[in-house]
């Protein structure tokens, strides 16, 4: 399942997150959800900023946060996954290789089109 969090107690928990994103991002801003309304071009956004200031000190929330990712982190992995990633960290870590490399993998197809195409240009 991409872009899914499997939840550690394998309980319900997931299910209600999954249902309140749905909130926001449709109902909330009036777009399409769950496949009711226009779901090809209504799709719903809902962008929500928090000072951590507001609630608590700065340095103790950063604290806190790697405390929860270090745990998250140690958790038991299953059976064939070698790493847990953190949201981001995957596509980070192949960016910085990219960069010290100074190249990209793509599709030979693609790369044919691309060379056909600059080929057109000359």
């Given at each position: 399942m991409n872009g899914a969090l499997r939840p550690f107690d394998k309980s319900?928990?997931?299910a209600g997150l999954?249902?309140?994103?749905?909130i926001l991002t449709g109902p909330l801003v009036g777009?399409?959800?769950t496949g009711i309304g226009d779901t090809a071009t209504n799709w719903g956004n809902l962008v929500i900023a928090i000072d951590p200031e507001i609630l608590t000190?700065?340095?103790e929330f950063a604290k806190n946060?790697?405390?929860l990712i270090a745990h998250v982190k140690k958790t038991k992995k299953l059976p064939g996954v070698k790493e847990i990633f953190m949201p981001g960290e995957r596509g980070d870590r192949i960016t910085k290789q990219r960069l010290h490399s100074g190249e990209i993998e793509i599709e030979d197809n693609?790369?044919?089109e691309l060379k056909k195409t600059a080929g057109k240009a000359t």
């Open positions: 319900y928990k997931s999954a249902l309140m994103v749905e777009a399409s959800f000190d700065r340095k946060v790697s405390t693609l790369y044919h």
